[in-house]
């Protein structure tokens, strides 16, 4: 009787889950920036969306909204290198998923990857809001902090007045 090879030993599961919840935060973000791409080339959400700046964008006025994204405008090439980069880099992840053996190194290195781009996106969208930032007076700054706090408590995606906190 011919000995049976022995299967391939399995990756732990703990790992396997991180491995997982790893991939699904970068296509999520990864899908942000691809849905962007596919946009019309001057909507506001995708510079928006690109500048990484969530509720600190809110809380902006909308002259300083429209001034942000002018300066973003500006660096335009550097978000569609970001994007063609992106690109490339899920075309890269898609065939380390396929790929038989499963090479996980290959793919925590593209997930590291398309996390430096899109924190190179982030630190544009702080640079031009610090910038703007600077443009205020301590009083502009004052209510910018209070709209700034009230869109956290407010939640993601939400508007209108904040919820009642509790005592």
């Given at each position: ?17 991180l491995l997982v919840l790893s991939l699904a935060l ?22 928006e969306g690109e500048l990484g700046l969530g509720p ?22 550097a978000f569609r290198t970001d994007r063609r980069e ?82």
């Amino acid at each position: 009787m011919a000995d049976t090879p022995a299967p391939p030993r399995r990756a732990p599961i703990w790992l396997r889950g991180l491995l997982v919840l790893s991939l699904a935060l970068n296509l999520l973000v990864g899908g942000i920036v691809i849905g962007a791409a596919l946009k019309d080339r001057h909507h506001p959400a995708r510079v928006e969306g690109e500048l990484g700046l969530g509720p600190y964008l809110s809380a902006f006025g909308q002259r300083d909204r429209e001034a942000l994204r002018g300066a973003a405008a500006e660096g335009r090439d550097a978000f569609r290198t970001d994007r063609r980069e992106m690109r490339a880099t899920f075309a890269e992840t898609i065939e380390a998923l396929r790929a038989d053996p499963f090479d996980p190194a290959r793919l925590e290195s593209l997930l590291a990857r398309q996390g430096e781009i899109v924190d190179r996106g982030r630190r544009r969208g702080h640079a031009i809001m610090i910038e703007r930032l600077l443009m205020m007076d301590a009083a502009n700054r004052a209510a910018f902090a209070d709209r700034l706090q009230q869109a956290i408590r407010r939640g993601p995606g939400r508007r209108g007045p904040p919820p009642r906190e509790r005592n």
